[in-house]
Structure formats: structure tokens, C-alpha cells
T-cell receptor, first 114, second 112 residues
Framework: KNQVEQSPQSLIILEGKNCTLQ??????????LRWYKQDTGRGPVSLTI?????NTKSNGRYTATLDADTKQSSLHITASQLSDSASYIC?????????????FGRGTQLTVWP | EADIYQTPRYLVIGTGKKITLECSQT?????MYWYQQDPGMELHLIHY???????EKGDLSSESTVSRIRTEHFPLTLESARPSHTSQYLC???????????FGEGSRLTVL
């Protein structure tokens, strides 16, 4: 069964600290993996998208890694800010159809305290 | 900022009412989607469209219907709302090349 599992479910850190969010998937075949940030009451916004051949991609203070062999990805946030408080969603796309079906994780709820 | 808009942002209605959630995008994307999202849960695809006059049901069974008469417009309609329809509804469109999804701000529906 194609699944995307994220951990931890929730995380609280102090402003300025770093953190790492995890995403494990069983989706096959694999096309790409995306990380989205979703602020409370808003729609998700894309942070990174990685294909099979990419193992690291950065977007400012966000760095995503991908290990396609172990089917794991992580999102590392450096020097966290209050505005980083949000849900971070991992999404995996397969190549099983022209639509490239998407499998969503439940997200990690990050709270950054001052 | 993505150019995809949803209205209304919030809606509280009584059981049995007909409602339409509007979604418009100005990016010229052919593919558009409706997702349903409950707190702490993953997004579930309820409808999608490849282009004008093309609509398909998604993975999650839904009593809603959609239409795609114009490329930029993808409204979702509930003929008779029930409390079980209470949820957040997210509209999205995707780029042809990268497949990157652009989401609207969402419509939070509460049915009393």
C-alpha cells in the first residue's frame, strides 16, 4: 500500500534553534517528493520538489534531503523563526498515471516559541 | 504568491442548503483539483480536471459535483449540505512541466 508517514506529529522548539522533520514513504514507482508549508487557515505553499536523482535541495533556511534507496526524506530548518510555525507536509508523486498521483502525509505541526 | 483564489473563505450554513465554492486561477493551468482536509489529517483528492469539459472523481467519495466550462474556473457544488460535509476545501492547479501544485487559501465550510 502506498503511504507517506511523517514524524514527529508535532514539535515545539525555541526561536533560533534548528530542527529536522522526517518523511518515510512506500510509494512505488517514485517520481518526486515535495515539501509544503501550510500556515494555519491557509493553503499549502511549496518549499521544495526533488526528483529521484536529487538528494539535497535548499530554499533559504529550508534544506530537504532525499534517500531514494531507503525511501526517506528530511526537512531541516535552520535558525528557526516565529514565522516558521506551521504544518509541514510531505507529498510523494508516483509515475503510475499521466496525472502523477500524489500521496500526502498528515504533516508535522511545528511551533516556534520566542 | 500564487494566482489562485477561492471564495468564500468561510461559510456557515444550515443542513439541506445548496452551496457553491468558487475557485479561479489566472496562471492558465489546464489541471485543477479539489482537496478536502480535516484537522490533523492528510489532504484527500475529491475532484480533478485535465482541462475544459474534463472532470473526474478523486480518491475520496464525495457528494459534491464540479464543472469546468472555462480554463480558469473550477467551482464545486453541494446540492444539499449535511453536517458531515463540514471541512476545509482546498482548490489547486498545477504547472504542466514541473507538476508543481499551487493552492488557494481554502474554504472552510461548517454545516449546522
Amino acid at each position: 500500500k502506498n503511504q507517506v508517514e511523517q514524524s514527529p506529529q508535532s514539535l515545539i522548539i525555541l526561536e533560533g534553534k534548528n530542527c529536522t522533520l522526517q518523511c518515510n514513504y512506500t510509494v512505488s514507482p517514485f517520481s518526486n517528493l515535495r515539501w509544503y508549508k501550510q500556515d494555519t487557515g491557509r493553503g499549502p505553499v511549496s518549499l521544495t520538489i526533488m526528483t529521484f536523482s536529487e538528494n539535497t535541495k535548499s530554499n533559504g533556511r529550508y534544506t530537504a534531503t532525499l534517500d531514494a534507496d531507503t525511501k526517506q526524506s528530511s526537512l531541516h530548518i535552520t535558525a528557526s523563526q516565529l514565522s516558521d510555525s506551521a504544518s509541514y507536509i510531505c507529498v510523494v508523486s508516483d509515475r503510475g498515471s499521466t496525472l502523477g498521483r500524489l500521496y500526502f502525509g498528515r504533516g508535522t505541526q511545528l511551533t516556534v516559541w520566542p | 504568491e500564487a494566482d489562485i483564489y477561492q471564495t468564500p473563505r468561510y461559510l456557515v450554513i444550515g443542513t439541506g442548503k445548496k452551496i457553491t465554492l468558487e475557485c479561479s486561477q489566472t496562471m492558465g493551468h489546464d489541471k485543477m483539483y479539489w482537496y478536502q482536509q480535516d484537522p490533523g489529517m492528510e489532504l484527500h483528492l475529491i475532484h480533478y480536471s485535465y482541462g475544459v469539459n474534463s472532470t473526474e472523481k478523486g480518491d475520496l467519495s464525495s457528494e459534491s459535483t464540479v464543472s469546468r466550462i472555462r480554463t480558469e474556473h473550477f467551482p464545486l457544488t453541494l446540492e444539499s449540505a449535511r453536517p458531515s460535509h463540514t471541512s476545509q476545501y482546498l482548490c489547486a492547479s498545477s504547472e504542466a512541466g514541473t507538476g508543481e501544485l499551487f493552492f488557494g487559501e481554502g474554504s472552510r465550510l461548517t454545516v449546522l
